[in-house]
Each structure stands twice: as structure tokens, then as C-alpha cells.
């Protein structure tokens, strides 16, 4: 099979464009691809809508730097660092619209996706205004079979799903070290028309062959593959490294301001022209040792 | 908050008093799962595992089975709560099959921005346009599952105000028992809210109407107090026990074993 290895910057001019549905792994402090949404926000990609179980500070620079203009997921904060000011601003303004569904909602809008099929059920959301706000993806159904009316939840395809993996040979078989899952990867990827995974290190398919048993992703859905040492950066990712506390919490104390939001984006998003100076901006070898430490998880 | 006038020396502080009430809800057969941002169900499952309830499960974060962390993290939603777990869960495939399920992780703890008379909560939206909000929350998260899944459901609120604890949400993120009486039971939904622990009380819900009721008022708040910081009119019942405090034993283990960094403070609003 021929190479899927290249550039990021190439990887998102190919595969992601303007207006384009992308889901976003995440779940507030963990596990997202930071390096592609730097990407993102580079090329100044324009009216995406983002999908997310639950976003984090990557919603809040995609917000902020007008790259998304709708959400399609089930929550966005970074947890202990507080509220995305950002996109709370952008939602507040009207400027990102919101289409907010519980877990399992979600869930079964992409598991549809995924098969090929219109809808799939869930009973969550019964009596919520969640469905009344909805009535495109949501609607509640008489059970074919007697029992209880459930919601079906409308199939929901990205163009692009982006992950981060901790390894990836060539031909895009993703691996995970042994760890927990990350929440998204078990449906994101198998529902997007496209993928692009970002990987700690590209490894030779003879290493993934060891352990076949952790290969989560299968190559022939992958349609590039980048190597990024941290690009979950500031998210943990573990067992690797931890979340950035120090950089969440500088990136928290600014976002208010429209001023000294824009310089730290131009600093950590802008400015850098490749992950190795990415990292130094961030701190460097004295960071990424700190992330590693035995605080690390 | 008031209430100041009538605090004499006690062993505990308030946080102290919240977990303790929050871990007698959760028993030995009980399966229990934390969300993010939840410190005190955090503790409050810890503390319950080290005394009355040794065999309650704990699946950390939805993810993490039976773990054993050192002691209360910086994040209730990270690697180092889920440590020496002895199953890891992942979401999609795995979590929802067990919670989507009657059978599995019946009860939920969990907190809200608002919450009203009849315990419907929103982590939605603040202001009446979806589209235009005020202010812009979190969002349901699981929280919109949970809420019509027939679990048992217990709030905790650390800043009970009439802004926290109103009249009618903006918005139902989550079923609660909608508009009282059989509502709830007629869309089919079993379960619903069971108990609301606040830093100045314990409420529950009145079994005919479904309103909120003021259960107990914890010592030193009075029920003008509690009246007061609540945005509607809670049933009040002629006789109002005060909220059992923790034993000697409890505060120590919260102090010394489960959080012993305070992680359980953050919640709390300086008075």
C-alpha cells in the first residue's frame, strides 16, 4: 500500500476545506489533536462546524480565531481552568451556533453515520427542550415493536474526523500505547467521509504486528498521517504526558482579552513554523519533562 | 451565606458536611460514575467506599473501573483519578451499554447551573434565546441522558441562591419531573431527582406534587435563611430536622486520606 505520510500543513490543505463538518477528538483537558487545529486556525480555514463530545481550549482558539462558525456537540469547557471564554463569546454573539445533543444523542447521530443508516435511537433526552430545538436531527419516535416512543437521532457523516494517536505506521493503522481509549475514538473516525491522524511517531507495521490487539483504527479509512511528538499538546495524553496546567492557566487569564488573546495566539499558533518551535515557544525540553514527570499520569 | 450569627465551634466545614450527606445515598450494590468537575461526588464515593459502603463500585470519569488514586486529584476527568483501575471503559462501545441499561449505575450524582421546583436542571443556556444567550454553559453532556434513563439522580449545589435554585429553568437540559405530579411518570420515565445538597440544606421532592421540599436545614441555618436564598416557594414541612452532621471519623478521613490538597474547596464561592 502506498505511504498516507506527509505534512500537517499539507495534510489539512488537502483534506479539509472551507465550510467542511469536522470531528474534533477531545474531551476537555484530553486527548486532542492540537497540532491540526493550529493548522487550522494557520490557514485560516473559514465557516466550519466542529464536532465534539466535549471541547475544550481547541473550540475556544477555533472560536476565537473565526475558523468555526457551528458546534454540533454535547458539552465544551476546560473542566478545572474554567468556562472557553471565547466561544461563549462567539455563541453569546450569535457569531457560533450551538446544536447541542447529550452523549449518547451524539453517539448514535455518528453510530448512524457510521452504518449507513438514517437514525439511530437513544431514550436520553426525553423531556428535554434538547429535541424541540432540534427537529432537524431529533425527533421523537413510536417504537415499531409497542414499546415506549424513543428519539431518533438523525445519521451525522463529517468530512474530516482528526485524531491523535500514539502510533501510526505508514499506511495509517492507528495504535494505542496501554491506556484508556480516548472517549471519540471508537466512533469519530469510523463515521467521517475523511481522516486525518497525527501520531506521536510513525513506526514501521512489523512494530503494530507485536500487538495487534491495540490497533484501533484500521488503515484503509485513513487518509493521512503525520507525525507530531506532542500534538496533544497542552491536553494530556497519557500514559505520555499530562495536561499543560501552566499553559491552560496562561491561556485562561488572557482569553477575555481581545488584545493579549490575539498575542497568544500569534505567539503559540502564528508565530511557530514547525512543532519543534511550537514546543520551545511553549517552554521547551524544561515543559515537556515537566509533563512527563511523575506528577504525569 | 447567612446564618453566620448562629456558627459556634464545630469539627467540620461545610464541604465536609455536603460529602458526608452525599456518600449515605450511595450503599454497597450500588455502581457509581462521576463526571467531570465533581469533587464532591468524588469524595463523597471515597468516603463511603472507606466506611459504610466497602463495596460500592466506582467507575472514575466513566471510565476507570474500581480505581485507586492516592488521593483526590486537580481533575475529576483525568488519568490520575483512574489510576490502578482494574478496567478501563471506553465510551462509545463500552460506558453507555452499561448506562443506557436499568440495570447499571442507577444512581448519578451531578450539579447544575440551575435547577427548579421540580427539579428539571439546564446546563444549557442562561436568557430565553437558544440561538442568543446570555450567557452560553457548558452544555448537557451526559447529563441530558441521565435525566430520562430512570436513574436516581442527587444535585449538589454549593451556592444555593435564588439565581441556582429557581422558579422555571431557562432551558431543560435535563428531565427532572417537568411540570410536578404525573408528568414525568406519563412520558414514561422512571427515576428522576431524589435529593438536592446544598451548602445550606438538604431538599427533596414532595411524592404527590413533585415540588421541591426542604428536607433538613443544615446547623446554624435557619428556614427563613433557606427560604431566602431559594427563587421559589419550597414545600416546608412544620417540623425541619437538622442535616446529620459527619462523625469525627469522616472529617479525618476527608482531611487526611481522600483530599487531602482541598480539591473539594474549589467549588465554593469566598463568602
Not at chain 1, 9 to 24: F, K, M, N, P
Not at chain 1, 45 to 58: D, F
Not at chain 2, 219 to 242: K, S
Amino acid at each position: 500500500m502506498d505511504s498516507k505520510v506527509t505534512t500537517i500543513d499539507e495534510a489539512i490543505s488537502t483534506h479539509v476545506q472551507h465550510g467542511d463538518v469536522v470531528a474534533l477528538q477531545n474531551m476537555a483537558t484530553q486527548a486532542a489533536p492540537m497540532a491540526a487545529v493550529r493548522e487550522l486556525i494557520r490557514q485560516e480555514k473559514r465557516g466550519l462546524g466542529v464536532v465534539v463530545l466535549v471541547g475544550g481550549i481547541a473550540v475556544d482558539w477555533l472560536s476565537f480565531a473565526g475558523v468555526m462558525d457551528r458546534l454540533i456537540g454535547a458539552a465544551v469547557t476546560m473542566e478545572q481552568f474554567g468556562l472557553c471564554q471565547r466561544y461563549r463569546k462567539a455563541v453569546e454573539s450569535g457569531r457560533v451556533r450551538v446544536e447541542e445533543l447529550s452523549e449518547t444523542a451524539l453517539n448514535a447521530r455518528l453510530g448512524a453515520g457510521a452504518r449507513n443508516l438514517p437514525y439511530l435511537p437513544t431514550r436520553g433526552l426525553i423531556g428535554t427542550d434538547l429535541i424541540r430545538q432540534n427537529p432537524d436531527n431529533l425527533r421523537l419516535v413510536e417504537d415499531p415493536f409497542g414499546g415506549p416512543a424513543v428519539v431518533a437521532c438523525r445519521a451525522l457523516v463529517p468530512d474530516v474526523a482528526l485524531v491523535h494517536a500514539h502510533r501510526v505506521d505508514p499506511e495509517g493503522n492507528v495504535q494505542y500505547k496501554p491506556t484508556t481509549l480516548w472517549p471519540d475514538i471508537g466512533i469519530f473516525p469510523k463515521a467521517a467521509r475523511k481522516v486525518i491522524v497525527t501520531a506521536e511517531e510513525i513506526v514501521p507495521s512489523d512494530i503494530l504486528r507485536r500487538s495487534p490487539d491495540r490497533t484501533v483504527l484500521p488503515g484503509f479509512v485513513v487518509d493521512a498521517v503525520v507525525e507530531v511528538p506532542y500534538g496533544a499538546h497542552p491536553t494530556s495524553f497519557f500514559p505520555e504526558y499530562r495536561y499543560d496546567s501552566d499553559f491552560h492557566l496562561a491561556w485562561a487569564k488572557v482569553s477575555r482579552d481581545d488584545g493579549a488573546a490575539q498575542d497568544f495566539l500569534d505567539k503559540h499558533v502564528l508565530s511557530p513554523r514547525s512543532q519543534a518551535e511550537y514546543l520551545s515557544a511553549a517552554g521547551g525540553a524544561a515543559m515537556m519533562s515537566r509533563l512527563r514527570g511523575e506528577e504525569g499520569a | 451565606m447567612s446564618g453566620k450569627a448562629h456558627q459556634d465551634a464545630r469539627h467540620y466545614t461545610v464541604d465536609e458536611l455536603m460529602i458526608s450527606v452525599l456518600s449515605s445515598f450511595f450503599e454497597d450494590g450500588d455502581q457509581a460514575c462521576n463526571g467531570m468537575a465533581s469533587f464532591l461526588p468524588v469524595c463523597a464515593f471515597m468516603l463511603a467506599r472507606l466506611t459504610h459502603a466497602p463495596g460500592l463500585v466506582w467507575l472514575a470519569s466513566a471510565t476507570g473501573l474500581e480505581p485507586r488514586p492516592a488521593k483526590v486529584p486537580a481533575s475529576t476527568l483525568e488519568s490520575e483519578l483512574w489510576s490502578d483501575s482494574v478496567m478501563y471503559m471506553e465510551q462509545y462501545g463500552d460506558f453507555w451499554n452499561y448506562a443506557m441499561n436499568g440495570r447499571w449505575l442507577q444512581k448519578f450524582c451531578v450539579g447544575a447551573a440551575q435547577l427548579d421546583m421540580y427539579g428539571n436542571a439546564n446546563n444549557s443556556v442562561i436568557g430565553a434565546d437558544f440561538h442568543a444567550p446570555k450567557v452560553r454553559l457548558p452544555g448537557t453532556a451526559g447529563l441530558g441522558d441521565m435525566g430520562s434513563l430512570g436513574k436516581l439522580l442527587y444535585y449538589w449545589n454549593p451556592n444555593h441562591s435564588p439565581r441556582s435554585l429557581v422558579e422555571k429553568v431557562d432551558f431543560v437540559s435535563a428531565a427532572g419531573y417537568l411540570g410536578g405530579g404525573d408528568e414525568r411518570e406519563d412520558l414514561g420515565l422512571t427515576g428522576g431527582p431524589q435529593a438536592v445538597v446544598t451548602n445550606l440544606a438538604v431538599l427533596d421532592f414532595e411524592p404527590e406534587s413533585k415540588r421541591m421540599r426542604l428536607r433538613s436545614a443544615h446547623r446554624g441555618v435557619t428556614v427563613d435563611d433557606i427560604r431566602a436564598a431559594t427563587g421559589f416557594e419550597l414545600v416546608i414541612p412544620t417540623d425541619v430536622p437538622t442535616t446529620p452532621e459527619p462523625t469525627d471519623d469522616q472529617v479525618r478521613l476527608i482531611r487526611e486520606v481522600i483530599d487531602p490538597d482541598g480539591m473539594r474547596k474549589r467549588e465554593f464561592r469566598a463568602s
